[in-house]
């Protein structure tokens, strides 16, 4: 973020002012890190806060601090929309298009006026905000918050709370910093957390220790179900609905399933396709290491997008037309997924 923008922002922010902070649909540690972080700094500094999210996060997260008093606007449209009307100034985080939220807080982002604050990672940002902190370089939105802070001259401001949020969407969007993402800016940040109070050890056991006995049956069936296409370095996995109900599928429990399926050996990109009957869709989440690009891979077949090794993608078609659908293209890139194994 250039210095001009900061300089406004910090005006901005130099008297009380009514924000909202609204966080992506389905939020993960990144997302309600971010928010809660910028929450909990905001209002140290005397402005009126309201968090908002889509919908609601999965149980790993519950446990963050004022993550209670996030409002969901899916489940109370009318407060939460008449909040945002009266918004001042409109943080989005941890995305950059509106459609990221749902198409019913969509329409209620699209006809407020406010100041618009995007602080984001992801690829091609839309242009509705006012002010622009994009980069996709960066592991995590959080560690864009804290630059942000920084930025202000307030890092005497971060606590041990702020500090708690921060790490935990540093921690869960770099893969406990085992992703490319992660640099020596992210180790230094993540220093200066455990100074303030993050309790490194604590944050990972409360987000990671969360599988229930369905929940390890559903891995082992996945992972009984992977298939590797040699030639293309590529593992898959799929899960039928019926597999799902079998297992009593509750959202977030196939979260990360698909890194199994990268972590063989040999393999740098991975896909799972997971079977949604309600949706009347197939929902992919695809994987890569080294310069193959999911995220093309995804926006170019499957309307999707995300990261270049991290992309989220869909299929209207039934579970086993997506893969054949998917085996078909594999080949074109072959030579590609070749040297992104050699690298
Ligand atoms: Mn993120």
Redesign the pocket.
């Known amino acids: 973020m250039n210095k001009r923008d900061i300089s406004k922002i910090s005006e901005l922010l130099a008297e009380p002012k009514n924000i909202v902070i609204v966080s992506h649909r389905n939020p ?1 540690g ?2 309600y890190g971010s928010s809660l972080a910028m929450y909990h700094y905001l209002k140290k500094q005397n402005h009126t806060v309201t968090v908002i999210s889509p919908n609601d996060c999965p149980s790993f997260l519950k446990w963050m601090p004022a993550q209670e008093e996030i409002i969901l606007f899916e489940q109370e449209i009318e407060k939460a929309t008449e909040i945002l009307q009266t918004a001042e100034l409109v943080f989005t985080l ?1 995305f950059n298009a509106f459609h990221r939220t749902g198409a019913k807080m969509q329409m209620a982002l699209e006809k407020i006026k406010p100041i618009f604050i995007m602080i984001d ?1 992801h690829q091609m940002p839309d242009d509705y905000a006012t002010y622009m902190y994009s980069d996709v370089q960066k592991c ?2 959080c560690e864009m918050v804290y630059d942000f802070i920084e930025l202000l001259g307030d890092v005497s401001e971060i606590d041990e709370t702020i500090a708690t949020c921060i790490y935990t ?1 540093i921690m869960t ?1 770099t893969g406990s910093f085992r992703f490319k993402s992660t640099t020596s800016r992210t180790h230094q940040i993540t220093a200066e957390l455990l100074e303030k109070g993050a309790d490194n050890s604590k944050i990972y056991n409360r987000v990671m220790d969360v599988n229930s006995y369905n929940r390890m049956q559903l891995l082992g069936r996945a992972l009984a179900n992977m298939k590797v296409v040699e030639e293309s370095k590529t593992a898959y996995i799929t899960l039928s609905q019926q597999e799902l109900n079998r297992y009593h599928f509750e959202k977030g429990d196939t979260e990360g399933f698909v890194n199994y399926a990268l972590s063989l050996k040999g393999v740098v990109f991975a896909v799972i396709f997971i079977e949604d009957r309600k949706q009347g869709i197939i929902k992919m989440s695809l994987r890569s290491k080294g310069k193959f690009s999911v995220n093309e891979f995804a926006r170019t077949y499957f309307n999707g997008g995300g990261h270049t090794n991290a992309a989220g993608g869909r299929s209207e078609k039934r579970l086993r037309e997506t893969v054949e659908r998917f085996l078909t293209i594999l080949p074109k890139y072959k030579t590609i997924l070749q040297e992104s194994y050699e690298a």
């Open positions: 993960d990144d997302a941890d990672h995590s939105t969407g969007d």
